[in-house]
T-cell receptor
Framework: GESVGLHLPTLSVQEGDNSIINCAYSNSASDYFIWYKQESGKGPQFIIDIRSNMDKRQGQRVTVLLNKTVKHLSLQIAATQPGDSAVYFCAEARPGYSTLTFGKGTMLLVSP | NAGVTQTPKFQVLKTGQSMTLQCAQDMNHEYMSWYRQDPGMGLRLIHYSVGAGITDQGEVPNGYNVSRSTTEDFPLRLLSAAPSQTSVYFC?????????????FGDGTRLSIL
């Protein structure tokens, strides 16, 4: 989803559905990308990462897709569960830079 | 291992007061950083450190000081708190500063400036 002002874009799904969260990153020189999950009252938690020499990477129930041509990153969550409800952030890093740049986040709401 | 530990979890200050937010990691990580998180703004980098004795400014450094006298600790100081500094502050670390690795985050300090 695209960020709009002060309100987080929200994706609402039913339990068991597959979820897709999108992120447009800013710098074509970025070579490392991370997805984080943030539950209410907690710090961001690492989910999965991908380097720019890859198009796809799979973890447990999660897949990250990278399209460098259009500077787009997506996180796919299979068989979404209520425990997946959280805010999801993408982050990017440039070669030679130690810092991360974060996107504004997408809220995922999973109803039973 | 405790990971990244932040104290306090909550704090209320009056305008003009000073305070230090503590951050400690027990993973022997080289790199540590401070972010603030505001609604609709995502996480913005305040200051970071690539090793003991070395610090640098991030995207929003004004009003904040840091120091890194040990590998484990990276305190963030507000010298004269302003209402605009009301936010949630997160500390993070990673093993090597120049490697493609995820950062590990603490659970944050929720700071309100009245």
């Amino acid at each position: 989803g695209e960020s709009v002002g002060l309100h987080l874009p929200t994706l609402s799904v039913q339990e068991g559905d597959n979820s897709i969260i999108n992120c447009a990153y800013s710098n074509s020189a970025s070579d490392y990308f991370i997805w984080y999950k943030q539950e209410s009252g907690k710090g961001p938690q690492f989910i999965i990462d991908i380097r720019s020499n890859m198009d796809k990477r799979q973890g447990q129930r999660v897949t990250v897709l990278l399209n460098k041509t259009v500077k787009h990153l997506s996180l796919q969550i299979a068989a979404t569960q209520p425990g997946d409800s959280a805010v999801y952030f993408c982050a990017e890093a440039r070669p030679g830079y130690s810092t991360l740049t974060f996107g504004k986040g997408t809220m995922l709401l999973v109803s039973p | 291992n405790a990971g990244v530990t932040q104290t306090p979890k909550f704090q209320v200050l009056k305008t003009g007061q000073s305070m230090t937010l503590q951050c400690a990691q027990d993973m022997n990580h080289e790199y540590m950083s401070w972010y603030r998180q505001d609604p609709g703004m995502g996480l913005r980098l305040i200051h970071y450190s690539v090793g003991a004795g070395i610090t640098d400014q991030g995207e929003v450094p004004n009003g904040y000081n840091v120091s890194r006298s040990t590998t484990e600790d990276f305190p963030l100081r507000l010298l004269s708190a302003a209402p605009s500094q009301t936010s949630v502050y997160f500390c993070a670390s990673k093993r090597q500063f120049n490697s493609n690795q995820p950062q590990h985050f603490g659970d944050g300090t929720r700071l309100s400036i009245l």
